[in-house]
């Protein structure tokens, strides 16, 4: 009985530890592939997204060398393969044949909010300036587009 | 019999002490120590422990043996104590599972550089300036087709 307890203890710890997204580009964010002391991070939830239609953001900025980007190219790549939600809802743009930019609406929550991974790689002098970001709302793609364009 | 000697005795103490004494040399010593009144007095501890150990051990009285017999042991109760323990975790994890963490109702963080940020605002910003980049700065065909049109 004891060992029990302890053991349904540790499964309660460690639920919402494993209680992440499942994509790969998790390693991403949390600094498997780059170091966390070159990474710009944040992690957005709740109220403060509500003008967004958004309940989760988080996103990462960092700079990265060659092997770094195809790394996470492809990370992001594996999970736009596996759980894209549709072949209307992304816009993907290649530069070299690699990566440049691209917004990916995948698959939904369990509570039906959608789901996108956004990426971007600009070269700068020999190296590249990589962002990643990871959202959750109502939002659509096109209110995410109308809202975070600049004019 | 051979009249003991106190250098008879010596020799069995030594033996006593040893662990090699026999039933029959405690016995000669106990005798010994019994009846010998006028003992040199190095030997008198040695008289008063087998005094100690001649005694035979008072046997309890019926009364006392009844008293012991018929007092109440108590019987365990902590037969009970299992299905409200295990109540109680089952509630417990309910509660962990079922209540949404309220961590995550509303969180801003921000690290910069692995340093952690605890501006709200700051770390917002930090979020939706890298989403407009993405946004904005994605597709730079489109943007160029965007600035002749508007020319």
């Not at chain 1, 710890?13 to 964010?29: M, V």
């Not at chain 1, 789901?115 to 070269?123: A, E, K, T, V």
């Not at chain 2, 309910?94 to 952690?116: C, F, Q, S, W």
């Amino acid at each position: 009985m004891k060992h029990l307890l302890i053991t349904l203890m540790l499964l309660g710890i460690a639920l919402p530890i494993s209680a992440q997204k499942g994509l790969h580009i998790n390693e991403i964010f949390e600094g498997c592939i780059i170091q966390k002391p070159g990474m710009h991070k944040t992690l957005i939830k709740g109220e403060s997204l509500e003008p967004y239609k958004l309940t989760v953001l988080h996103t990462v900025k960092f700079t990265a060398d060659r092997s770094c980007r195809d790394k996470v190219e492809a990370l992001f790549s594996k999970d736009m393969g596996e759980c894209l939600s549709d072949k209307d809802n992304l816009e993907l743009e290649y530069h070299d044949g690699h990566l440049y930019y691209a917004v990916v609406q995948i698959a939904d929550t369990k509570n039906g909010l959608h789901r996108y991974i956004c990426y971007q790689c600009r070269i700068h002098a020999k190296e590249y300036d990589i962002t990643l970001a990871y959202m959750e709302g109502k939002a659509t793609l096109a209110d995410l587009r109308k809202t975070f364009k600049k004019k | 019999m051979n009249k003991v000697t106190e250098e008879n005795i010596r020799e069995l103490l030594v033996r006593y002490l040893d662990g090699m004494s026999t039933q029959k040399e405690l016995k000669v010593l106990g005798e010994y120590f019994t009846s010998i009144g006028n003992l040199p007095t190095d030997l008198v501890p040695y008289a008063q422990m087998f005094l100690l150990l001649g005694e035979k051990p008072k046997t309890p009285t019926a009364e006392a043996l009844d008293r012991f017999y018929s007092t109440p042991t108590r019987k365990r109760r902590n037969i009970f104590l299992w299905p409200l323990l295990a109540a109680a975790c089952i509630a417990a994890f309910a509660y962990i599972l079922l209540t949404p963490p309220k961590m995550e109702e509303n969180t801003a963080i921000a690290y910069v550089d692995g340093k952690m940020l605890t501006d709200k605002q700051a770390a917002m910003q930090m979020g939706l300036e890298a989403l407009q980049e993405i946004f904005s700065n994605g597709s730079q065909e489109e943007q160029l087709s965007e600035l002749f049109n508007e020319q």
